[in-house]
């Protein structure tokens, strides 16, 4: 293990540029996908990128169709279901499930180093949301706001958000009750930037539910339709220790095109809300027993960078 300057190298052997600094990767990755659809939606394009980062059981998922994708085999987290293609076998109808450069992934943070603050920055206010539910799962699409991530070398605006039963990313095999995905998608439509944080529940009778997952799991209650309130201040569920890596969208087609960020801490949420999120994942048919967590893929010579934001 190697500290540099700017950040720690958890793996070495790298011959690899990070999301936020490859427009190269980002063009070849454009010239793979098509679709371009203006809408949020767990299996559809958002922009030239090709994005989403997760159905999820939840809020944005955005995504795109591959234009390698051999077979059109809807894809879910369980082997039981014959309608679906289960994790284990996506690259055989998405064939860049089997990439080199695939999310989630397992970070080993014990004995790394840290150095500096991150070199991102998130910032603005969401006030509005929708939310419909598919046979696939809840969408939920910001509306309006402010919210932007800025990085070093580009702006990325918020477009929504999607919850994920167990974590996807796991710490030194760690693995929380769940992860949210907050979705950015470059202002050029290029790439994607997403931050992971992780949700944890807890018994504690003075813990109260973050206002931005009460308010969805209200909504996923009534389904009423319309714009609802949000209050989402991203900046301030993502302090402390967080690590960044390149990667993909975790969800067919699983596109190349992710900087992720991904909060050490978790969140912790009020069991029974935690409870009521599981309920609701229950409702979808792709899903293991409510859960939709792809498992860890391999790094295969990526670094993981380790920051203090």
């Given at each position: ?249 975790t969800t067919p087609p699983c596109s190349e095109i992710v ?51």
């Amino acid at each position: 293990m190697h500290c540099r300057p700017t950040f720690c190298v958890l793996v070495t052997t790298v011959h690899f540029i990070t999301a936020a600094y490859m427009p190269t990767v980002v063009n070849a990755r454009r010239n793979t996908i098509t679709g371009a659809v203006a809408a949020i939606d767990t299996t559809t394009a958002l922009a030239t990128a090709a994005t989403t980062a997760g159905p999820a059981m939840s809020t944005t998922a955005t995504s795109a169709t591959a234009t390698a994708s051999v077979a059109a085999k809807a894809f879910g987290y369980t082997a039981a279901n014959a309608e679906v293609a289960d994790p284990a076998h996506w690259a055989d109808f998405y064939p860049a499930c089997g990439g080199m450069q695939q999310s989630p992934i397992n970070i080993a943070a014990s004995g790394g180093c840290t150095s500096g603050a991150a070199p991102l920055n998130l910032a603005g206010d969401c006030t509005n949301y929708t939310l419909t539910k598919t046979e696939e799962a809840y969408k939920v699409a910001v509306v309006g706001g402010t919210c932007i991530a800025q990085t070093a070398t580009a702006a990325y605006n918020l477009v929504g958000f999607h919850i994920h039963s167990l974590s996807e990313h796991k710490v030194d095999g760690l693995q929380y009750d769940a992860e949210t995905h907050f979705v950015h998608n470059r202002t050029d439509g290029g790439a994607l930037l997403v931050v992971g944080l992780y949700l944890q529940a807890s018994d504690d009778p003075g813990v109260v539910t973050d206002p931005f997952l009460a308010t969805v799991l209200n909504g996923m209650d009534t389904l009423a339709g319309a714009a609802q309130p949000l209050s989402l201040t991203l900046s301030k569920l993502t302090g402390g220790t967080v690590f960044n890596y390149a990667g993909s969208l975790t969800t067919p087609p699983c596109s190349e095109i992710v900087d992720w960020w991904v909060v050490r801490a978790p969140m912790l949420v009020a069991r029974a809300d935690l409870d009521r999120l599981y309920q609701h994942a229950l409702e979808f048919a792709i899903y293991d027993n409510g859960r939709n967590a792809r498992p860890t893929q391999q790094l295969n010579g990526r670094t993981v960078s380790i920051f203090n934001a």
